[in-house]
């Protein structure tokens, strides 16, 4: 392996890590990691209620 292939492999083993953390600490700061129910279920709403498909692929 060449140098610069080295320096892309131990790289990736601080890189990717690090931003992980960051993101998992940014995510616990911000309350993202507080009520997972609510999130999981901002997508529904009048139109779709939770339960009923609305959608089918492919439609019958």
Same mark, same amino acid.
């Given at each position: 392996? !060449? =140098?610069?292939?080295? *320096?892309? +492999? *131990?790289? !990736? &083993?601080?890189?990717?890590?690090?931003? #992980?953390? +960051? #993101?998992?600490?940014? #995510? *616990?700061? $911000?309350?993202?990691?507080?009520?997972?129910?609510?999130? #999981? =279920?901002? *997508? +529904?709403?009048?139109?779709?209620?939770?339960?009923?498909? $609305?959608?089918? &692929?492919?439609?019958?």
């Amino acid at each position: 392996m !060449s =140098l610069v292939n080295w *320096i892309l +492999f *131990i790289g !990736s &083993f601080v890189v990717l890590p690090v931003s #992980a953390l +960051f #993101a998992l600490r940014w #995510a *616990i700061r $911000t309350g993202q990691l507080e009520n997972l129910n609510k999130g #999981a =279920l901002v *997508i +529904f709403n009048d139109e779709e209620p939770v339960g009923r498909v $609305t959608d089918r &692929f492919p439609r019958p």
